[in-house]
Each structure stands twice: as structure tokens, then as C-alpha cells.
């Protein structure tokens, strides 16, 4: 049988290791997809470290995976073919049958629903299998590098801003110019809204502008609720950020009917609720999408020019380019370039 390297956890926080494996072969309903980019996600931990119960292991990490089609498997509707270029994200295949599954929320649902890299291998491998209900095609003119965190920082931040509400003009506030934020300052300026990103320190604020933003917000020196108020309140604060006391300094920000879209994970957050009552203000918490939702993303970022922000890894490099991307260092993606 053929042999292809992957990288796997084989026990909760045990290292990661490249482990040589047999090409696995599409079964009923799936394809086997040759894997050219993979990103390495800070979500990645919940394999790494046995975040979530019942994980098998080993098990190979990976949701932002592009590459190839190259094997079919039996019942795979026609519109799936070889040599079709598709990416695969946490929506790792539903069975179709319950509202949980057609909404993508995978962990409510704990009988039918994948999630790639958890429950079932993912994309840190030469070789990987998706059913086609995972897949998303991917446009010509966009990059594989370029398109694999767009799997799920890209998802997240689109689908999010695209269900927030928010219409071209109206005020959009980004708290956070990490990972996700700088994809949300692009989604928002393409999207046609004023964007005003909110970050710490104002050498901040070059990137900001050459991201879309109209105006920066520098939350060290400057209060982001006033600020906010200044141009009017912002509709939507989308929270990027896993601090709870940055969300909060612009959650008086807010316009009558804004809105805060977190996306950023807190465990917990104070909030005023008789402002929010007397406002008609609401806060929401908002988590990716499936595998539609994903493939909208990796279209209007073609269309538009949205592009991650990469620093790309070989894959025998997997365990330094993890650990970078752990250090809070990257700027702003870590990728692996399986087909380099």
C-alpha cells in the first residue's frame, strides 16, 4: 500500500509527531483529498491537549485544509469530482437529518455531527478524507496558502459580520487586530462600512488603515466607548479578542440597537444590562459556520481581495511553526505548505 506522512497526537498533550501512514481509501459518501496547505489554528489545542471528551487517539489535528480531490468514493454526488481543488473546515460532515446538523452546531449535536481534526483526522497530513458534505470549492485565482485559514478564521469573521446586522455605512468596530480581526477589518471595508478598529498601542494603526479601516482606536490611551459614541455608536462591535476587559471598554460603544458579535472565546463577561434594556442592545456569541457558509467566504474573498496574512511551515518544520503560532508571535496565520 502506498505511504504518506502525517502528523499526529498520540495521546492528550503528548508532542506532535510525523508518523509515516497508509494512504487512506475513500469509503461511501467521501473523497480522498491530496492536501497543499494546511493552517495551524490556535483551536488546533483541543486535540493537542484532550480539550474535548471522546477523542480517539492518535489523532491527526488540522480544520483549514486545502488541496485536491484525487479519489472518489461510492454515493458521492456527481458534483464532486477529481482534481477539483476544496477545502475543508470545522464542519466536518453532518448526517442531515436534525436542526442541530443544518445549523453546524456540531457540538450540540453529539451523535451525527464531525469536526475534522477532532473527531475525525484532519488536514495535517499528505492525505486526508472528507465526506462531501465537509466540502467547499475552492475559486481558481485564490492561493492555497492563501485560502486555508479562511476555513475558519475567515469563516468565522464573514459569516459573522454577514449575519451581524450590519449594512454598507453603518459603523463597524473591530476589537482586535490578531488572527481574526485582520480579516475582519477587511470584511467590514469591502462590505462597505465604516470600519474603526480598536487595538492596543497606536503603532497599531498603520496596518489598520492599509487593512480598510477608517478609523483606529488606540485602547491604551484612548476610551473606545467615547470614542465610538463620537462617530455616532457603532451598530456592530465585533469582538475579536479572548479578553474580556476589551470587549467590555467598547460595549458602550454601542449605537441604540447595536450589537456585539463575540467571537473571541471568554469565560466570563460584565455587562451593563439596564443600558443594554434601555437601548435595545444585544451581545451574541457566534461560531463559524458549515461547509456553505465556507465556501461563501472563499468566494467574496476572491471577488473582493481579502487575504490572510500568512508566515507559511513545511510540514517537517510542524512542530516549530505550532509553537510559533502558540507564542502569540505570528503575524498572522501560521500555514502549513504541504505541497511545497
Same mark, same amino acid.
Given at each position: 500500500?502506498?505511504?504518506?506522512?502525517?502528523?499526529?497526537?498520540?495521546?492528550?498533550?503528548?508532542?506532535?509527531?510525523?508518523?509515516?501512514?497508509?494512504?487512506?481509501?475513500?469509503?461511501?459518501?467521501?473523497?480522498?483529498?491530496?492536501?497543499?496547505?494546511?493552517?495551524?489554528?490556535?483551536?488546533?489545542?483541543?486535540?493537542?491537549?484532550?480539550?474535548?471528551?471522546?477523542?480517539?487517539?492518535?489523532?491527526?489535528?488540522?480544520?483549514?485544509?486545502?488541496?485536491?480531490?484525487?479519489?472518489?468514493?461510492?454515493?458521492?454526488?456527481?458534483?464532486?469530482?477529481?482534481?477539483?481543488?476544496?477545502?475543508?473546515?470545522?464542519?466536518?460532515?453532518?448526517?442531515?437529518?436534525?436542526?442541530?446538523?443544518?445549523?453546524?452546531?456540531?457540538?450540540?449535536?453529539?451523535?451525527?455531527?464531525?469536526?475534522?481534526?477532532?473527531?475525525?483526522?484532519?488536514?495535517?497530513?499528505?492525505?486526508?478524507? @472528507?465526506?462531501?458534505?465537509? &466540502?467547499?470549492?475552492?475559486?481558481?485565482? !485564490?492561493?492555497? %496558502?492563501? =485560502? +486555508?485559514?479562511? $476555513?475558519?478564521?475567515?469563516?468565522?469573521?464573514?459569516?459573522?459580520?454577514?449575519?451581524?446586522?450590519?449594512?454598507?455605512?453603518?459603523?463597524?468596530?473591530?476589537?482586535?487586530?490578531?488572527?481574526?480581526?485582520?480579516?475582519?477589518?477587511?470584511?467590514?471595508?469591502?462590505?462597505?462600512?465604516?470600519?474603526?478598529?480598536?487595538?492596543?498601542?497606536?503603532?497599531?494603526?498603520?496596518?489598520?488603515?492599509?487593512?480598510?479601516?477608517?478609523?483606529?482606536?488606540?485602547?491604551?490611551?484612548?476610551?473606545?466607548? @467615547?470614542?465610538?459614541?463620537? &462617530?455616532?455608536?457603532?451598530?456592530?462591535? !465585533?469582538?475579536? %479578542?479572548? =479578553? +474580556?476587559?476589551? $470587549?467590555?471598554?467598547?460595549?458602550?460603544?454601542?449605537?441604540?440597537?447595536?450589537?456585539?458579535?463575540?467571537?473571541?472565546?471568554?469565560?466570563?463577561?460584565?455587562?451593563?444590562?439596564?443600558?443594554?434594556?434601555?437601548?435595545?442592545?444585544?451581545?451574541?456569541?457566534?461560531?463559524?459556520?458549515?461547509?456553505?457558509?465556507?465556501?461563501?467566504?472563499?468566494?467574496?474573498?476572491?471577488?473582493?481581495?481579502?487575504?490572510?496574512?500568512?508566515?507559511?511551515?513545511?510540514?517537517?518544520?510542524?512542530?516549530?511553526?505550532?509553537?510559533?503560532?502558540?507564542?502569540?508571535?505570528?503575524?498572522?496565520?501560521?500555514?502549513?505548505?504541504?505541497? +511545497?
Amino acid at each position: 500500500m502506498p505511504k504518506m506522512r502525517a502528523v499526529q497526537v498520540s495521546r492528550p498533550g503528548s508532542p506532535l509527531e510525523i508518523v509515516e501512514r497508509e494512504v487512506p481509501q475513500p469509503g461511501p459518501g467521501f473523497v480522498r483529498i491530496k492536501v497543499q496547505a494546511c493552517g495551524i489554528c490556535h483551536s488546533d489545542t483541543v486535540t493537542k491537549d484532550g480539550l474535548f471528551p471522546g477523542i480517539q487517539y492518535p489523532r491527526v489535528p488540522g480544520h483549514e485544509a486545502i488541496g485536491v480531490i484525487d479519489a472518489v468514493g461510492p454515493n458521492v454526488p456527481p458534483r464532486w469530482k477529481t482534481g477539483q481543488r476544496v477545502g475543508v473546515g470545522w464542519n466536518g460532515g453532518y448526517c442531515g437529518y436534525c436542526d442541530n446538523c443544518r445549523r453546524g452546531d456540531f457540538f450540540a449535536c453529539q451523535t451525527s455531527s464531525e469536526v475534522t481534526g477532532i473527531t475525525r483526522d484532519g488536514g495535517y497530513a499528505e492525505y486526508m478524507l @472528507a465526506p462531501a458534505t465537509a &466540502l467547499a470549492l475552492v475559486p481558481e485565482d !485564490l492561493d492555497s %496558502v492563501d =485560502a +486555508a485559514p479562511l $476555513m475558519c478564521a475567515g469563516v468565522t469573521t464573514y459569516n459573522c459580520l454577514r449575519n451581524s446586522g450590519a449594512r454598507p455605512g453603518d459603523v463597524v468596530a473591530v476589537v482586535g487586530i490578531g488572527g481574526l480581526g485582520h480579516l475582519a477589518v477587511q470584511y467590514a471595508a469591502k462590505m462597505g462600512c465604516k470600519v474603526v478598529a480598536i487595538a492596543r498601542g497606536k503603532d497599531e494603526e498603520p496596518l489598520a488603515r492599509r487593512l480598510g479601516a477608517h478609523y483606529h482606536i488606540d485602547n491604551k490611551t484612548q476610551d473606545p466607548a @467615547a470614542e465610538l459614541q463620537k &462617530l455616532g455608536g457603532a451598530k456592530v462591535v !465585533l469582538a475579536t %479578542v479572548t =479578553a +474580556a476587559e476589551a $470587549m467590555k471598554q467598547a460595549l458602550g460603544g454601542l449605537s441604540t440597537h447595536g450589537r456585539l458579535m463575540m467571537i473571541g472565546a471568554v469565560t466570563s463577561l460584565e455587562i451593563n444590562p439596564l443600558q443594554m434594556l434601555l437601548q435595545n442592545q444585544s451581545a451574541t456569541g457566534w461560531y463559524s459556520g458549515m461547509s456553505i457558509d465556507s465556501e461563501d467566504t472563499l468566494r467574496f474573498s476572491a471577488l473582493s481581495g481579502v487575504r490572510s496574512m500568512n508566515e507559511p511551515f513545511p510540514l517537517d518544520r510542524v512542530s516549530e511553526a505550532y509553537d510559533h503560532m502558540m507564542s502569540g508571535k505570528a503575524r498572522f496565520r501560521v500555514v502549513l505548505n504541504i505541497g +511545497a
